[in-house]
């Protein structure tokens, strides 16, 4: 009898040890399972931001659509999707979206932050200044939404405030880069430019040509700006001078149109007299496509010689790409009258490159590639005449801040008749 007790006791002891077994031994497997799904199948929010880094916008709003589905009461959800909606450019969706969160959910600042962000890009002010109001006054003590109210403001004009908001959110946060750039941008657009200029021309067949110039060119008003400039040139043992004047006249949604002349004294070596006109146009497209603007620009040009008189007529389409790459392509006719020779109509043309090179705070470097061909010399406009060339050049512009410049170019020419020009020049900028 007492074997038999012992016996059974013993069974018991075996089958809940192996019980335990079969428990942690489950367990384990579950959660090592959990864990590589975790590590195998990133959430929803990391899928999201991977998709809008790379700018996949359908990819992340599928991801979206698929959560909304499994969770249509979740508005973190539907916040994040009216965020894509918005870094894709699709405001109209993105501010209906907003509208529809905050019938619900009214207490939520980042709501009414993105909320006011999508009306400002779209030019509703005063709408956006009202959802600024209502996600400070939720939370007062956050920078980034006393930033918000601040370029709300300025986008209305308000300096002053927008200032103080700006200084607000700098005082909350003082590492935020966007407070301290809204700051600055606050002490107002420069209306004028000084620049200084050399500019040098080298031949394999004459004697050297340098020039020396000032301008200063002055933004009135929105509407109105002028420029003047003088120049002192050699070209080889002659001196001679000039003076430029242009008056800039601009209608938002028109263009601007430029209409100027200048006056030399020659010494047969530049023009006597020159005239010209600008006519300017430019087209926002988008902020998401590859083109984001077009810009085009036609003008006129004479030219009168004390022995011959000059026609250019030029038309540039500049065509604005992402991340501050432009592409402009030129078209010039030269018309030529010669004494003892018939008009003549020469053609040339120009392909020019610009990029970013680097920036860093408020500096930054950009430059440009350009290659010329026709029958104009690019080296200087006083020098077109009868001969076929190819230009290959670059120049650099160094923003130093936001009151001044240094700019750079150099070229190489080659001529008919075994010919070659070299140039170079740099001028400075300094704006008030």
């Known amino acids: 009898m007492q074997l038999y007790v012992a016996d059974s006791r013993q069974s018991r002891d075996f089958c809940s040890a192996l019980l335990l077994v079969v428990y942690l031994t489950t367990g384990v497997l579950v959660f090592g399972a959990v864990a590589v799904g975790q590590e195998s199948t990133p959430d929803w929010q990391t899928q999201v931001r991977q998709y809008s880094d790379a700018k996949d916008w359908a990819s992340a709003l ?114 935020s880069t966007e407070a301290r750039t809204g700051l600055n941008s606050l002490r107002g657009d420069p209306k004028y430019e000084v620049r200084f200029g050399l500019d040098n021309d080298l031949f394999n067949f004459a004697g050297a040509n340098h020039s020396e110039w000032i301008s200063l060119t002055s933004k009135w008003n929105p509407h109105w700006s002028t420029s003047f400039a003088g120049s002192l040139d050699q070209r080889g043992a002659v001196n001679a001078g000039k003076f430029v004047g242009s008056v800039t006249g601009s209608v938002p949604n028109y263009g601007a149109l430029t209409v100027g002349g200048a006056k ?70 030269a018309r030529s009258t010669f004494p003892g020779t018939g008009v003549e109509w020469r053609p040339s043309g120009v392909t020019r490159i610009g990029f970013p090179v680097v920036g860093w705070s408020d500096r930054r470097l950009s430059g440009n590639v350009f290659f ?43 001529r008919t008749q075994d010919r070659t020009e070299k140039s170079f020049g740099f001028s400075y900028g300094i704006y008030f």
């Open 62 to 175: 599928r991801i979206l659509e698929q959560q909304i589905a499994r969770a249509p009461q979740d508005t973190d959800v539907w916040a994040w999707r009216a965020r894509v909606l918005t870094w894709s450019g699709n405001l109209a969706e993105a501010e209906n979206e907003y509208a529809r969160i905050l019938k619900v959910s009214k207490k939520d600042p980042d709501i009414w932050m993105g909320f006011a962000t999508v009306l400002l890009r779209e030019g509703k002010e005063e709408e956006a200044l009202h959802a600024a109001n209502v996600a400070m006054e939720l939370d007062p003590k956050r920078a980034d939404l006393h930033v918000l109210r601040a370029r709300v403001l300025r986008a209305t004009a308000n300096a002053a405030e927008a200032r103080r908001e700006f200084e607000m959110g700098l005082s909350l946060d003082s590492t």
């Open 372 to 414: 010329a061909t026709g029958t104009e010399n690019f080296a200087g406009a006083d020098q077109i005449g009868n001969f076929a060339s190819q230009t290959y050049g670059g120049g650099l512009r160094f923003q130093i801040g936001a009151r001044g410049d240094v700019r750079a170019y150099a070229s190489y020419q080659k």
């Open 264 to 333: 030399g004294h020659d010494n047969a070596v530049i023009p006597s007299s020159e005239a010209f006109f600008d006519l300017d146009h430019g087209w926002k497209l988008s902020e998401t496509s590859f083109v984001r603007g077009i810009e085009s620009v036609y003008g006129q040009h004479w030219y009168w010689y004390q022995g011959s008189r000059i026609l250019t007529v030029n038309g540039t389409a500049i065509i604005y790409l992402p991340k501050e790459w432009t592409i402009s392509l030129a078209g010039i006719g």
